[in-house]
């Protein structure tokens, strides 16, 4: 069956000269069906069974944790505002099919602009398409907040995949980590898109507005609602309004304003570790992000003195800021930090990017640590902003080769001491 | 020494649990509301570093003070606070490893392959055909002169080519027989100075040497004169050594951890008297000294022409591949700095040297390893470098004709065709599987075992596990993406990927101070088998090395 297919699929090869568009296309999903027939020449016989294709999928299935996770919580948090089903498990199937309606297209645009840029430069420059996008083209959705305007996204994706990748290279040769480079994009070109408080809940005009109605669409009404009352399941009802008092804050927000206190006021411990709270969608649960961080970590892909680097470096502050204790944020306790806001995301997914991050074993100890201390600052003292890995993780891209050069300055100078 | 950074470290970090362990209780239960349990805490936790650091400074005092009182007695007394036996990375020796010459290095890669060969000889197959190969020499002109006239015949030992360059280093027949011809490569070079070899060989009588009288320099001559001179090496740059140049040190490893590779314990059995005179002749013509690098990796004891061997300095390795390169050993015993010229010899050519003096004839026989999964039995045949690939291999049957026939082991080795002849270093044949395959998504779900550093296969939690691999590559070339995978494989105090950007980027000095010197093909032929971007590791490092040499 596997030669039919093959032999099937080799008919409709392009010519490469004439069309090399089709043929870059052709290309990527013969080697996605099949892994090529190269033999070794030159060099070593034999090589391992690893490649860069395997070592970026394994990081996308650990991402479809956060994806499910996301999809739900878009739905629960959406009736949360409305004070429906405030159970976690209550309406299910409503929870679940609005958070999938509301991440379907923005996980369609991400990965169609994305890969569209990256085949046209594939075909461009007549190499194979590289899988880099595989995992950039995951991350970008889990990091946006869930009411992101499409056409900001696309804008976004484009503008991080052309200046912070193509521009350098492609694959392997990009300075900053192109999935952040999105989301600052967003942050700085669309600052209203991306702060504030009534962003990160789904479905209303404008969560700010008292007894802003919810936005159901044709979708809602009449797709689902049909199937639902069909199976006799409860439906969407356009009525809905926002809960009155109901703010959409964050716990980062909140604890900025009012430290620890604040936060615990409108969510409970429980909530925030288990990640039934709003935020960007996929960076709420901490419990699959830290199995997907060891289990990342255990198998090698994902640097684990980056990840334990930036854990002690985040301690550290954390304890410094403690420490100080200038304004209510400052005193929330450092171990309450490990879990709130998107550290564990960006600790698991973000700052262990092998391309941006330091390539030394010290330097990467170096990397992670300045990462959790420059975080923690931003975090804690940015008055405008109360997170801090976006901008921590790709400050330090930018000095990673810095650092790098440092230790390895420092074996060469023991070389040339002794020569 | 490496275990005793370990120990050091291992205390270090223990001393941080430890206050980590203090201070951790009194924070969490000091909660939101003081500062001062943690002030105080963390005031503990100084006091404990710092009396640990005291007594750690005290304790390494101590030792140092009583191994200087110590010094030339035969006692050892262990004056250090810590018992030794507390010691994580440190190994129970065999007696025979002294402790003060033993490196563990703890980074490398073992590719556990199916078709090890047996301690065993076959019935030595007839092989009539040789060949020496000029392309096995690095920095040779690629046209040598040729000496005898075609169809004349030649002595085992005589005179066949040599370099225009340098025209007194001669290489010399394997076999007696007839000069049959050349065969020529690309732009006329010259690959195979073909040999059709007597029923019985003749050897050409080589001069007596006495190594008590002569002087340096007749010894050198009379290497270069009978064919001994090329089987030396010299790094860097893995060329034959300049003559005018005295070598600070000459390094042999005397075991091999490259994947199915020959058992030199089995392969130089008897051979005592020609390896010591090879020994003794060496130590002659550098002005430091021979060193002997042996296996600690405890699981067999070295043969007796090793561990009985005089007149050298032995220090033991232990560790997974590539452990026994001996290029890793110069940079533990002591590395090569800019400027310096190391030789380096694989135990069969001290042998060969050996018996130019002892035998008096120029004699390369030794056992070849015939390995891989692709044929049985794989076990040990008696022969010499240059024999035919088709006639050393006549006796067995491959289980598929979609083979590679490489001379060598699978990271280093050269392919042969069936026309081929043996490599001039080797001592080795492995026959594997051709991997012009396609794999359905093999990229996600492969449909064979196979080696691999990754732990996305389940392989490493099965260490015994055999491995059937074949030549596929398994990928697609990309640019550098993983990193820290290198650095694992090799045990040296390199960064081989830093130093591949180096290369890449023409960046002469960043290259030198990153240790191109120590660098060679064989040892980062493991960082290229575990390259997940599949780049050819090999061939760019022998690129650059060409250009720093000329």
Same mark, same amino acid.
């Given at each position: ?419 | ?110 590719? @556990? %392959?199916?078709?090890?060969? $047996?301690? /065993?000889?076959? *019935?030595? +197959?007839? !092989? ?65 100075? @073909? %040999?059709?070899?007597?029923? $019985?060989? /003749?050897?050409? *009588?080589? +001069?007596? !040497? ?73 130590? /002659?013509?550098? *002005? ?263």
């Amino acid at each position: 069956m596997k030669d039919k297919l093959l032999d099937t699929i080799n008919k409709f090869e392009p010519d490469k000269k004439s069309s090399p568009f089709l043929w870059t296309l052709y290309d990527g999903i013969h080697t996605f069906l099949f892994a090529p027939n190269h033999v070794t020449k030159d060099g070593v016989h034999i090589r391992d069974n690893m490649d860069l294709k395997r070592t970026m999928v394994h990081v996308v299935l650990l991402l479809q944790l956060c994806y499910l996770f996301g999809t739900y919580n878009i739905g629960h948090q959406h009736f949360l505002a409305i004070g429906e089903y405030t159970g976690f498990l209550e309406g299910f199937h409503l929870k679940f099919l609005y958070g999938f309606w509301q991440l379907l297209p923005i996980f369609i645009v991400a990965h169609v602009v994305g890969l569209a840029i990256e085949f046209y430069y594939a075909a461009k420059k007549g190499h194979s398409i590289e899988e880099g996008f595989l995992v950039s083209g995951a991350l970008i959705p889990l990091i946006m907040p869930p009411d992101i305007p499409l056409w900001i996204l696309g804008l976004s994706v484009a503008f991080a995949v052309i200046i912070g990748k193509e521009a350098f290279g492609g694959t392997g040769m990009n300075i900053w980590n192109v999935a952040l480079l999105s989301r600052v994009f967003v942050f700085f070109a669309y600052p209203t898109e991306i702060s504030g408080d009534g962003v990160w809940i789904s479905g209303f005009e404008n969560l700010e507005l008292p007894n802003s109605p919810v936005e159901y669409g044709w979708v809602h009404l009449t797709l689902f609602n049909g199937i639902f009352d069909y199976f006799g399941l409860a439906t969407f009802d356009p009525g809905w309004y926002v809960m009155d008092g109901f703010t959409g804050a964050t716990p980062l927000s909140l604890g900025f304003q009012g430290g620890w206190e604040a936060i615990t006021e409108v969510y409970t411990q429980t909530a925030m570790i288990w990640g039934t709270i709003p935020g960007s969608i996929g960076e709420t649960s901490k419990p699959l992000i830290i199995i997907a961080a060891v289990f990342l970590a255990a198998i090698g892909i994902a640097s684990w003195r980056i990840m334990a680097g930036m854990l002690i470096g985040a301690i550290f502050t954390g304890l410094l800021l403690n420490l100080w204790g200038a304004t209510p944020f400052m005193t929330v306790p450092w171990y309450h930090h490990l879990y709130l806001g998107s550290f564990l995301f960006a600790l698991a997914f973000m700052a262990t990017d092998p391309v941006t991050a330091a390539s030394t074993e010290r330097g990467k100890w170096i990397y992670g640590f300045l990462i959790g201390f420059f975080g923690m600052i931003v975090r804690v003292i940015n008055p405008a902003y109360p997170e801090g890995w976006m901008l921590a993780i790709l400050l330090m891209n930018t000095f990673s080769p810095l650092i790098d050069h440092l230790v390895l300055r420092k074996n060469m100078q023991k070389r040339l001491a002794s020569a | 020494m490496e275990f005793k950074n370990n120990r050091l470290r291992l205390r270090g970090v223990s001393l941080f649990l430890l206050s980590l362990f203090v201070v951790f209780p009194n924070v969490i239960l000091a909660g939101n509301d003081s500062g001062l349990d943690l002030v105080t805490s963390l005031i503990i936790a100084t006091v404990i570093i710092v009396f640990g650091a005291v007594i750690f400074v005290a304790d390494n005092l101590l030792q140092l003070e009583s191994k200087r009182q110590m010094e030339g007695k035969d006692i050892k007394i262990d004056a250090s606070l810590f018992p030794k036996d507390f010691k994580v990375s440190s190994d129970k020796l065999p007696t025979y490893i002294p402790r003060d010459r033993y490196f563990h290095l703890n980074r490398g890669f073992d590719i @556990n %392959l199916e078709g090890k060969p $047996e301690n /065993k000889i076959l *019935e030595t +197959p007839n !092989v009539s055909n040789y060949s020496v190969l000029p392309t096995d020499f690095y920095g040779l002109a690629p046209i040598p002169k040729l000496v005898p006239d075609e169809g004349s015949s030649v002595l085992a030992g005589e005179e066949l080519f040599f370099d225009k360059r340098s025209p007194e280093i001669k290489f010399v027949a394997p076999v007696s027989g007839e000069f049959v011809g050349i065969k020529r490569g690309p732009k006329r070079a010259i690959h195979e100075v @073909n %040999l059709l070899a007597d029923k $019985e060989i /003749k050897y050409k *009588e080589l +001069p007596a !040497v006495d190594l008590e009288t002569a002087s340096r320099e007749d010894l050198v001559n009379f290497l270069k004169k009978y064919g001994g001179w090329v089987h030396l090496r010299q790094r860097p740059f893995d060329t034959i050594p300049d003559p005018e140049e005295v070598p600070r040190d000459v390094f042999i490893s005397t075991f091999d951890t490259a994947p199915l590779a020959p058992n030199l314990n089995f392969t130089v059995k008897g051979e005592s008297a020609a390896f010591q005179a090879g020994l003794n002749l060496l130590n /002659k013509l550098t *002005e430091g000294s021979v060193h002997l690098g042996l296996d600690g990796r405890g699981e067999e004891m070295p043969s007796e022409v090793f561990l009985n061997a005089e007149n050298v300095e032995k220090y033991w390795f232990k560790g997974q591949h590539p452990a026994g390169n001996v290029g890793v050993q110069i940079h533990h015993i002591k590395p090569i700095k800019k400027g310096d010229v190391v030789w380096y010899l694989h135990p069969h050519d001290v042998i060969v040297l050996g018996r130019m003096l002892t035998e008096r004839r120029y004699n390369t026989e030794r056992l070849f390893a015939l390995t891989g999964a692709e044929f049985k039995p794989n076990a040990y045949v008696k022969t010499r470098p240059g024999a035919s690939v088709k006639e050393v291999l006549s006796g067995v049957e491959f289980r598929d004709d979609n083979v590679r026939i490489v001379s060598g082991d699978v990271l280093t080795g050269d392919k042969k065709e069936r026309d081929g002849f043996l490599g001039f270093f080797d001592d080795q044949v492995t026959v594997l599987l051709e991997g012009n395959y396609y794999e359905m998504f093999g990229w996600l779900l492969p449909q064979a075992v196979r080696p691999s550093l990754s732990k996305t296969f389940p392989g490493f939690l099965f260490p015994d596990l055999e491995y059937t691999a074949d030549t596929n590559t398994h990928g697609e070339p990309r640019a550098f993406v993983v990193t820290g995978q290198y650095e694992a494989v090799l045990p040296m105090d390199i960064y081989p990927q830093h130093l591949m950007k180096a290369i890449m980027t023409n960046d002469f000095e960043r290259m030198e101070g990153l240790g191109i010197y120590e660098m060679s093909e064989e040892d980062i032929a493991i960082c290229e088998f575990v390259c997940t971007s599949k780049m050819p590791l090999q061939k760019i490092l022998r690129e650059v090395l060409d250009i720093v040499n000329e």
